[in-house]
């Protein structure tokens, strides 16, 4: 009974953990694309604003 629970445990915590490390990896690459674009726009409207 116990090799049942045990066997059954494990392969749970290790999952858990990825999935914890592919939303956080999800989050920054989330945060990165904002980022990148604000800057484009910034870009964008500073180049269309300097040709007037």
Avoid: D, H, W
Avoid at 4 to 12: C, H, N, W, Y
Avoid at 16 to 24: D, N, Y
Avoid at 26 to 32: G, L
């Amino acid at each position: 009974m116990r090799n049942v629970v045990s066997s059954g445990f494990q392969p749970l915590r290790p999952s858990g953990i990825k999935r914890g490390s592919r939303q956080m990896r999800e989050k920054r690459t989330a945060q990165a694309l904002i980022v990148f674009g604000v800057v484009l726009a910034c870009i964008e409207l500073y180049i269309v604003f300097g040709a007037l």
